[in-house]
């Protein structure tokens, strides 16, 4: 055992017999041990004399009080400008739209039986319907990276609104 340890431990009254033997052998036979045990004896009583700080008969109550104040569910017109909640109405406009025109609008070179529907266009573009596939993620995934995106600015928006009103508050 580290000999502070054995010092507090004495200071506390914690040691066993074994540990209150050690401790009495270290302080007659190690002139630094008795030094540094004198320095924490004198740090103890210097402990001992402090009183403790105990908060108001109120402290609780103030605190509950004003919990409600701090934990307040703000309306997000009350945070966004009327420029960012268009602007989050335009793109979730535009991520519906073009996920609808995609389904909709998308060229179909094939019938469901896997044949082309006349012989005019199986001359000219012999191209599999899989081929359209990149074209159809790739709007698929700029709508919704662009949706994304306002998103985060929306989000980065309302946590600095947020801490103006904390630190103003």
């Not at 000999?3 to 190690?30: M, N, R, S, V």
């Not at 909640?85 to 073009?98: D, E, H, Q, R, Y």
């Amino acid at each position: 055992m580290d000999q502070d340890e054995l010092i507090w431990k004495y200071l506390d009254g914690h040691c066993d017999t074994a540990e209150k033997a050690a401790f009495e052998q270290l302080l007659a036979t190690d002139p630094s041990f008795k030094k540094a045990f004198e320095e924490r004896q004198v740090l103890d009583q210097g402990f001992q004399a402090l009183t403790l700080e105990e908060p108001s008969m109120r402290f609780t109550t103030n605190v509950m009080e004003n919990l409600p104040v701090l934990y307040q569910k703000l309306p997000a017109r009350q945070l966004l400008g009327p420029v960012w909640i268009k602007a989050f109405w335009t793109s979730l406009s535009f991520l519906m739209v073009s996920t609808l025109g995609i389904g909709f609008l998308s060229p179909d070179t094939a019938t469901s039986t896997g044949t082309y529907s006349n012989e005019i266009t199986r001359n000219l573009i012999d191209v599999p319907q899989s081929l359209f596939l990149p074209y159809k993620s790739a709007l698929i995934l700029l709508a919704i990276s662009s949706s994304l995106i306002l998103l985060v600015m929306i989000d980065k928006r309302l946590d600095k609104a947020r801490k103006n009103r904390q630190t103003t508050n």
